[in-house]
Structure formats: C-alpha cells, structure tokens
C-alpha cells in the first residue's frame, strides 16, 4: 500500500494499528547515496572505524523511500501488510526545514532504472524531524519555526568566543539538571547563540528531554520534558505530518523488527527520525536499542549461522526471496497478502521499491526460523534427546535458540563482520567466502595472486601486514574450489625461470618462496591465532625469565659475596639451557653463545646501554 502526503494523517490510525498487531515488523529504505567520495571501507576498519565512516554517508545522504511490513499470524497463515513511504524533507507554512539534499548519481540511475518517481518524491514526499531537531526549535520574527540539524555549525571552527559561550552554558546546563527543578533561561545576544544553544540541546545525551522555546529576541527557555509529555509532544505540538510517527508506531508494538544488511538503514533511521547519530559507537548502540529492543539482520544470519549459511552460496535479498518463498510454499506454509494490500500482486516490477523489499526480508526471516527450528528438532531425535521446554506462550520467532543471533547487523567487507547492538563483538567469525593468506614473499602483490589463483577471480584482497593478507571470493559458486593449504612448487613452476610463463613470474615477482603461500578458512585462521598468540606469550615470559636473571644479586654492600655475581651465573645458565631447548647443538663441538656485557664491577649490563656505551667508546676513540 502506497502512502503519500496527501493521505498521510488519514491513514496514520490504521498503520498505527496493523503495526500494534503485528508479530513481527520488516523494514528497507532506500537512499540517494551509499559512500560520499572520500570515505574508503577497509577489511582492518575496527567496528568504532566503521561506524564513523557510516555516519559521512548518512550525514551526506538521505532516505527518500521507506518500507514497512507487518506480519500477523492468523488461521489461515501468515498475512502480511507492507506499505510503502516517499519521504523528503518537504516545508509548509508554518515550518522550515534545513536539511540539505545531496544525492549520488549512481545510486539515481539505480532508482531510475526501478522504476523510482522522482516527482512523486518531490510533490509528495512526506516531511520529518526527529527528537533532537523538535527540541531545538527556533522561531524567527516572522512566526515560522525551523528545526536545526546538529550539523549547522561546524563547532570546530568556532571562535575562541564562541567555543566559551558553549562550554559555559554546558557547565550551566549540567548543574541546572542536577538540581532538577524550574528552567533555565539562556541570555543570547546574538542569532549564532541561539544555534549553538539549540544545537548543544540536541545532543544524544539529553535523550530528547529538553526543549527549547524562544521567550524574546535576546532569551531563550531551556525546559526539561518527562517521558509522558514528551509522548504528548509527539502526538500534539510535533506535526502530525511527520513520518517520524511511524518509527513510533514500530517502537510501540514491541516487536522483533527485522532488516537485511541494515547498517545503512539502521543509521538512517536514527539519524533522520529518531535522534542524531552520536560520534561513539556505544553510545550508537545504546539509541538504537532503546528505539527498537530486538533487531534482526537476514543478511547476518545467511552469512554467520552456521546451519543457515551452509545451505545458500549467495545471500543477495531477490535470490535469498526467491529460494526461500519457494521452500516455504512446498512446505506448506501459506504467506500472503492482507485484504487491501494488492500493490504488490505484480512481483516482477515491485523489486527494489522499498515496501516490496521490506515484504521479501519478512518472508526470508520467517523461512530461516522454521528451517533452524525444524534441523534443530531432527538432531534431537538422531541423538534421542528431549526437546527442550519452552513456554507455551513464547512465540516461535523468539525460541531460546534463535536470540543469540539476534541483535547483530552484518558488515560488508570488515573482519569483524557484526555490530553486537547490546554486547561486544567478537573477531572469532569469519564469512565462508573470506580466506586468510600467509607466508606472501616481499613485494608479491595483487596482480601476482590473480595469475597464481585464475579459478578463483574475480576476489578482492586486504592486506594485513608484509605477509598476510585477506581473499574474499565474489563469486559464490567458486568459494568451493579453493585448496586450503600451501600452494605447492607445482603452482608456482610455470612462473619460475625457464617455465613457460617465466615472463610473468619475472614481472610480478612470482618466484619459489611463492609455493609457501599458504591459504586458510576461517576456522584454520582462528586456530592459527590462537596459536600464534600461545607462542608469542611463551616468547615473552622466555625474555622475562632472562631479564629476571640478569638483574643483580646484591648483599649488605651492594654487591654479592660470590667473585661472580650470581645474576652473571644465573643468565650463563639460562642461556645455556635456552640454547640446549630451542637449538640442539653437536654433542662434540658445543657452540657457545658470547657472554653478556658487563660493567667495571663485572655486573651485567643490558644490551641497549651496551650498545649506547659502544658508541661513547667509539666517539672517544
């Protein structure tokens, strides 16, 4: 069902209510733009790095298209009603938007090319604002009220004057809420102050319990709002033509919401109609939980449940929908539409509009709960073991075994593949398609791993370190043929002098150390690290126990009462028993390692003021 401008109020009741029944709820958006140009994803980027990089998009982007679906189980199936949403940052009489709108040009021709009515965006196209901007409302001289985003004034590049002025008052706002009484009344001699006030009162931290109101031309009324007032605000003073409302709604019905690779989509939403997107990730994470509880992420869960993720080669949203619809119909499970909600009776031209989207997700979530479910109850029976006991009234989408997947957004070319909303993530997991490579000989590079792996182009590779590196393979039906393991002289020989690409081995510095190249799953890398982190410990407390028997043994006088000082004779012997462990030596020619330096007194001196002492000696001569 389309929802326009024109309709909005009217429909706002019934959308309220087919959200409020709902089991569940899916959304999709779509954007103007994914990446602005000078902001580059890396394997390497850490979840905060990642985060921030999402925040230029949504920040330089916008949504101009949002779906919502709601399904309701009913004793004829499961009945969906998705709707679809134009936005756009539209003004009326009485309000004045400042947001900018900055679109891709890619990502236009995209939409274009799915059939996307950009004058049906622009006509009628439903306006928003969200918490922060409605708290910050200014009134000018002519009546009309503008909602300022945070991002109006660059705070770095205010005067030293200006920074005080903020900096003051946000001490003075401090204090004022710790004493939790009466207003605040903020004296601003100047338009420039009274958007840095209204921009400090949109800060995530106030949650959107503070407003400010305008008493005259040099004061503004900084009030506090509890939660009831601000739920009145929402449904009163804020427009009723705000697609805000409809976020809402979702919150209301306190149900699993669910998305498909929906970091872009989970940043735009609170960004646009919640709250602005905060600098730090945890702080991120704490909004977004406290605007939806559980969040669920399709693409996650075809790429890292391990039961799910086994039996698809792609988790592309049209492919997964199509694969997964199918199996749920000769199942025997019945998913349609809602009497009234006949838009999308045509699937072949419906992909891609945010409504349909939203319905497709919907459909793959309820296919990979019943699948999970159902191999989770064949292994029991295999094994002979109860079914676990479970609360009647507990719904099948929120079974004991299903949440700890819930939660997680996936992330698109990053090591760690999740954002954790409620916990910490872990580097333990790894997509199916990624493997680690080891062992790269220096100045080996990208052109040289595509002549030594042709099977498995077209791959895209992050480098870690000199010799490390990691190989995602983009096409799904090829992550089969990879070979774990070292790449072999066989491999390599055609590129090594005298072979029949000797040529190109010369040009890309293909030669016999490339046989050691070393490939390695997921699960072989984690078992690698781990391994390698045993080893670095073992290293470290080897050289501790050095440093330890090196340091003097001293008496009464500072020096001990053997004519070699027992730290001299403790590291000859560790030395000795170190050589003996790591390197066996011929039992008849011993080799022996030099003694450590030592000062006037005969005790030992650490190698790097031995090597400063050297130099002294050195200059002196």
């Not at 028993?577 to 030592?598: H, I, Q």
Request: glycine fraction near 6%; hydrophobic fraction near 35%.
């Amino acid at each position: 069902m389309e929802v326009l401008k024109g309709e909005f109020e009217v429909m706002l009741p019934s959308i309220r209510e087919a959200l409020k029944e709902a089991d569940f709820i899916a959304i999709d958006a779509e954007f103007t733009g994914l990446k602005p140009p000078d902001v580059s994803y890396h394997t390497q980027d850490d979840p905060q790095t990642r985060y921030t990089k999402v925040c230029e998009s949504v920040r330089t982007y916008t949504v101009i298209q949002y779906g919502v679906c709601a399904f309701k189980t009913t004793h004829e199936g499961v009945k969906a009603k998705p709707f679809n949403f134009y936005i756009f940052p539209n003004e009326s009489d009485d309000f004045r938007s400042t947001r900018s709108f900055v679109s891709d040009a890619s990502s236009l021709v995209f939409l274009a090319n799915n059939q996307f009515d950009f004058n049906k965006m622009v006509r009628c196209g439903i306006p928003y604002c969200n918490h922060s901007e409605q708290a910050a409302t200014v009134a000018n001289v002519m009546g009309n009220t503008a909602m300022l985003r945070r991002d109006r004034v660059d705070m770095n590049k205010l005067s030293r004057q200006q920074r005080s002025f903020v900096e003051n008052w946000r001490t003075q706002i401090e204090a004022w809420l710790l004493q939790g009484t009466g207003s605040l009344i903020v004296p601003c001699n100047s338009a420039m102050h009274r958007r840095l006030i209204c921009q400090e009162i949109q800060d995530p931290q106030y949650n959107g319990f503070l407003q400010a109101i305008p008493r005259d031309t040099k004061n503004i009324e900084i009030k506090k709002i509890t939660a009831e007032e601000r739920v009145r605000s929402n449904l009163g003073d804020s427009p009723v033509l705000n697609f805000r409302h409809i976020i809402d709604a979702i919150k209301d019905a306190d149900c699993p919401v669910i998305v498909h690779n929906g970091m872009y989509d989970l940043c735009h939403t609170v960004d646009q109609f919640w709250h602005n997107l905060p600098q730090d990730l945890n702080e991120f994470k704490s909004i977004a939980s406290g605007m939806w509880n559980t969040i669920i992420d399709t693409k996650y869960l075809a790429e890292l449940h391990p039961k799910i993720s086994a039996c698809f080669n792609t988790s592309v949203l049209g492919t997964l929908y199509v694969t997964v619809e199918d199996e749920l119909r000769r199942e025997g499970h019945n998913i349609s539409m809602a009497d009234g909600f006949d838009r999308y009776n045509n699937n072949t031209l419906s992909q891609h509009e945010a409504g349909y989207d939203a319905y497709m997700t919907g459909v793959i979530f309820l296919g990979f709960v019943h699948y999970v479910l159902e191999v989770e109850e064949k292994e029991r029976r295999i094994k002979g073991e109860p079914s676990p006991k479970i609360d009647p009234d507990t719904p099948m989408i929120l079974n004991p075994s299903l949440l700890p997947y819930y939660n997680k957004i996936f992330q698109m070319r990053a090591s760690i593949p999740y954002l954790d909303l409620t916990g910490i993530e872990s580097e333990d997991l790894v997509q199916r398609n990624r493997f680690f490579v080891r062992q790269l000989p220096e100045k080996l590079a990208f052109p040289a791993l595509e002549r030594l792996l042709p099977e498995l182009t077209p791959f895209y590779v992050s480098w870690g370190d000199e010799s490390t590196a990691w190989l995602t393979v983009r096409d799904p039906a090829k992550v089969e043929l990879v070979k774990l393991g070292a790449l072999g002289l066989d491999r390599v020989k055609p590129f090594l002098p005298g072979g029949n690409r000797a040529i190109e081995g010369e040009a890309y510095y293909i030669n016999s150390d490339a046989a050691k190249i070393e490939l390695l799953s997921g699960e072989q890398w984690v078992q690698w690290k781990e391994q390698t982190k045993a080893e670095t410990k073992e290293q470290v407390s080897r050289l501790d126990d050095i440093e330890a028997a090196m340091e003097p043994s001293t008496g009464i006088n500072g020096i001990s009462g053997n004519d070699t000082p027992a730290a001299a004779q403790a590291t000859a012997t560790t030395e000795k028993d170190t050589s003996t462990a790591d390197a066996p030596m011929d039992a008849e020619t011993p080799a022996k390692r030099p003694a450590a330096p030592v000062d006037d007194l005969g005790f030992p001196i650490p190698s790097s003021f031995a090597g400063s002492k050297r130099q002294k000696k050195s200059k002196k001569n």
